[in-house]
């Protein structure tokens, strides 16, 4: 869509593919948001990688809890009856299945547990933090910018620095590996360029729909009576995908829970196109 916007603008101006022209100062704009939602994902990462799935999965679910604060305290924004029970609905839903209890885990080595490092913690509570002001931060630039243009950028900006922070990476990765065995070294770099061209396939396609569900969700901010505590909370529901495919296909255990819980998120769901309507 950029490239038709530029060189061709006649062809794509009046559709949903032309990409307007966007300043300097939005194009700063579009940086930070790049920025913001990457550092939200790798506080996000690290805080799974090392608390407990039974820590991470109920704090996550708090995130349209604090960007509705946000909401009613920086936008002004006012839910009537129908939207505050769609959201406690919805949002309590999500929340209740975010608990599961875990069997105990027993270390190996005798090794004694030790309390997990608060620094992971913080790293939790920025990424719900940043996550939240994400939301926000989406509010005001729809009220400024089309949102094609924000998304293509945004988009395009994300891509260059995760490539620059791979490039990066990579780097660091074979200079240590100089100073280990010529064998392992190279058995290293066959694993793991074999694991990446294993996961391009499903990372296209994870690309692909995230790429739509940005783009509906821009579109739905652009609306100038649409409240983010309303699209934020309806974005959330998209957990029920998640909850299907995993009683579905996967067979995870307590499956009433889950679906009590879908249900709960569905109800949600119409109490807030109700209140919206």
């Not at 559709?15 to 300043?23: A, F, G, I, R």
């Not at 994902?41 to 604060?69: D, K």
């Not at 940043?130 to 931060?137: A, D, K, T």
């Amino acid at each position: 869509p950029l490239l038709l916007s530029r060189l061709s603008p006649e062809w794509v101006r009046d559709s949903q593919l032309y990409v307007p022209k966007v300043d300097l100062r939005g194009h700063g704009l579009i940086l930070l948001k790049s920025c913001i939602v990457l550092s939200s994902w790798v506080f996000a990462y690290i805080s799974l990688q090392h608390l407990p799935l039974s820590v991470v999965s109920p704090m996550q679910a708090t995130r349209p809890m604090w960007t509705l604060v946000g909401a009613m305290l920086i936008f002004g924004e006012r839910l009537n009856g129908w939207q505050w029970l769609g959201v406690v609905l919805a949002m309590g839903s999500v929340f209740a299945v975010s608990f599961k209890k875990h069997p105990n885990i027993h270390l190996h080595n005798n090794v004694k547990a030790q309390i997990i490092d608060n620094r992971y913690y913080i790293c939790l509570a920025l990424a719900i933090l940043i996550g939240s002001c994400s939301g926000l931060y989406d509010k005001y630039m729809m009220r400024n910018y089309d949102h094609n243009a924000v998304q293509v950028y945004y988009t395009l900006y994300q891509a260059i620095i995760m490539v620059v922070y791979w490039l990066a990476t990579r780097s660091l990765h074979q200079a240590g590996s100089v100073h280990s065995t010529p064998t392992s070294s190279a058995l290293s770099i066959q694993t793991g360029e074999r694991a990446t061209r294993m996961s391009l396939l499903p990372i296209a396609f994870i690309s692909i729909f995230l790429v739509i569900s940005d783009n509906v969700y821009m579109l739905a901010l652009q609306d100038p009576d649409s409240l983010i505590a309303v699209v934020s909370t309806i974005r959330r529901g998209g957990a029920v995908i998640g909850f299907a495919y995993g009683l579905l296909f996967l067979h995870e255990p307590e499956p009433k829970k889950k679906i009590i819980c879908m249900v709960g998120i569905m109800l949600g769901l119409t109490c807030l196109a109700l209140g919206s309507c």
